[in-house]
């Protein structure tokens, strides 16, 4: 791993992003065990992709989730407390309880959705890079997605246009090598999804996603390029999902546990924390009293999301419509 152009802060700050990520999945996790939520995809595994990308990014600049999207909020600096309130739907959530786990949004943050129709926010994403584009800004659109939605069309048009209009957009595909459980050597076509880029006039750049520091460098080059007019970036980061599609999927229903061990041996936490003490950034007790910070952090979101209230019966048909004068 390399860290060039990282300093100590900067790298304290990704190391606590995923620590937060990861102790919000396991709660999450275990309150919907207990009932209070459906539908729970769990990223655990998947920590170091949206924070090396995120880090780049001002508070302006958007991103765009999937179904699985809980740890593209966090790195993009969403409100714990509010998102798990979301999560169970309450009224104090990010939306009012009305969105659910696979629907988090938070336009001032730059969180433009998370959306559980597999590529749907694509699109979204290439239209709000056009958006900055003819308005003269610098911001970038961040899509991600994963290798399930590789093979939609409506990316394939993304990126074309995105590439004929060199749009600020950055288009960067999860590959945690199954599509709920289809491997995607069985899905994808020359095994690459990084490889079709060189067909939209980008660079497409495929990178280790279990290392933050890999992954913070080739998303940097990518949001430079996109600032600059440059055009966009194809990134594909190879990841894994510890847990299953969803909380009742048995992933070794269709993967191995020498497989799943494989992966969790170069955890991508456990790979930073290494970096840190190797490096005389952070000692061990530092970094398990920051653990102990976030746990007590994800604690408290959780009593206030079970605290809340729901939604009033009345807020069914409100929001429902957008009035523009």
């Known amino acids: 791993m390399s860290a060039t152009k990282l300093d100590d802060k900067t790298l304290l700050w ?15 996790r275990r309150e919907a065990d207990a009932g209070k939520l459906r539908g729970m995809h769990s990223a655990v595994g998947q920590e170091a992709v949206p924070t090396g990308v995120c880090v780049h990014l001002r508070d302006g600049d958007y991103i765009f989730g999937t179904h699985r999207s809980h740890h593209h909020c966090i790195a993009k600096g969403l409100d714990i407390k509010l998102m798990m309130a979301e999560l169970l739907g309450k009224a104090t959530g990010t939306n009012k309880g009305k969105g659910g ?66 749009l600020p957009i950055i288009f960067v595909c999860e590959n945690n090598r199954y599509a709920q459980s289809t491997p995607f050597e069985y899905a994808v076509a020359g095994e690459s999804v990084a490889d079709r880029a060189a067909g939209y006039d980008m660079p497409g750049i495929a990178v280790n996603g279990m290392s933050v520091l890999d992954v913070y460098e080739v998303a940097g080059e990518a949001v430079r390029r996109a600032r600059a007019g440059d055009g ?43 970096y840190l003490m190797e490096n005389a950034i952070a000692t061990e007790a530092e970094l398990d009293a920051m653990d102990e910070e976030v746990l007590e952090e994800v604690a408290e979101a959780t009593r206030f999301a079970n605290d809340s209230p729901f939604p009033d019966p009345s807020e069914l048909t409100t929001d429902v419509y957008v009035s523009y004068r």
């Not at 970038?140 to 399930?148: K, N």
């Open 14 to 28: 990704m190391y606590r992003t995923m620590l937060t990520i990861r102790r919000f999945e396991e709660q999450a």
């Open 101 to 166: 786990t696979m629907h988090i949004a938070d336009i001032e943050k730059g969180m433009l959705g998370a959306n559980g129709i597999v590529g749907s926010n694509i699109p979204v994403a290439t239209g709000a890079a056009l958006r900055a584009q003819v308005q003269g800004t610098d911001l970038v659109s961040v899509v991600f997605f994963g290798d399930g939605a590789a093979n939609q069309g409506v990316l394939h048009e993304s990126m074309n246009l995105a590439g004929i209009w060199k």
């Open 232 to 274: 966009p970036t194809l990134i594909e980061a190879m990841t894994y999902r510890y847990m299953g599609h969803f909380g009742a999927d048995n992933p070794l229903m269709y993967r191995t546990e020498d497989e799943e061990d494989e992966f969790k041996a170069r955890d991508c936490n456990r790979q930073l924390k290494g």
